[in-house]
């Protein structure tokens, strides 16, 4: 189980998971037992930090030994509290739940299967066919072949125009010049042989003959897959950073503050 305090900076599928919201028996248990433990003994950093070991043992020791006792005294009235609660949650909740199910025509199985449904559908997404998959990279190998054909052409005719700017009879600049032209067109050209050589095993491992063409309705086909993969995976992220700041922000008591600090602004 994720507690909910860490629970909104996992993606859904997780929280589906493991989030207490959906996992039953949990009730109202927020899963953060040890985080109360953690705030109550932060404040030992202060008198402790430059204690010797013994006297660092003996603070933690007596700390906890006071919290166990305190909390043992407030067992009672901890336990009358929560069930007060969980009596008035049960009676309202009830009510309310009673009122949705009615106006959408609903049955206690349903919410299960909505659970189950979401789980499948964000399952199914989570990574494409193997086949669509190699289409997807092929499309990709199909773009970097053209870049490293356009670098070798570049470099033959960068390479043309240096050997024509040499002044004639300077040897020495003519020798410099085709040095480093004769490094940049082999260095192009292996970067075309080894991207040639790549784009062919995978048409092989597809079986695709003739080799797709740039314009064909096929790449468009993947390539629009694949500016979909990306734009889902940066959805994702954009959507985990901004679930992290909001829950940062309501850590810090200034949750809500964000529409009055734009409309400062404007």
Partial sequence: MVGTFH??????????DWHPQY???TGHTEGEGCEHIFAASNELARSTRHATSFHRHQ??????????????????????????????AISSL?????IVKKEFNLI???F??????????????????LHDQLLIRYTQILDELEVY????????????NALSEVPTGNLQELAIAIKWSRVRVDTAYAKLQHAETHTSNMEMRLGIQPRWEISSEEYKRYKTEATMVKYRAALDD????????????????????GRSSVGSFQ
């Fill in 108 to 110: 206690e199985d349903d």
């Fill in 7 to 16: 629970g909104h900076a996992h993606n859904r599928m997780c929280q589906l």
């Fill in 59 to 88: 603070a933690i020791e007596q700390h906890f030994a006071f919290w166990d006792a305190d909390k043992y005294a407030a067992l009672s009235k901890y336990l009358r509290t929560h069930f007060d609660e969980a009596i008035r």
């Fill in 149 to 160: 054909r356009t670098e070798w052409d570049s470099a033959r005719e960068a390479a043309n």
């Fill in 238 to 257: 954009l959507e985990r950073l901004v679930v992290m700041q909001l829950f940062e922000l309501s850590k810090m008591a200034m949750s809500g503050t």
């Fill in 23 to 25: 996992i039953q028996g």
């Fill in 94 to 98: 009830t009510f309310e739940l009673d």
């Fill in 112 to 129: 299960i299967r909505f659970h189950a449904d979401e789980r499948k559908y964000l399952a199914d997404l989570k990574q494409p066919a």
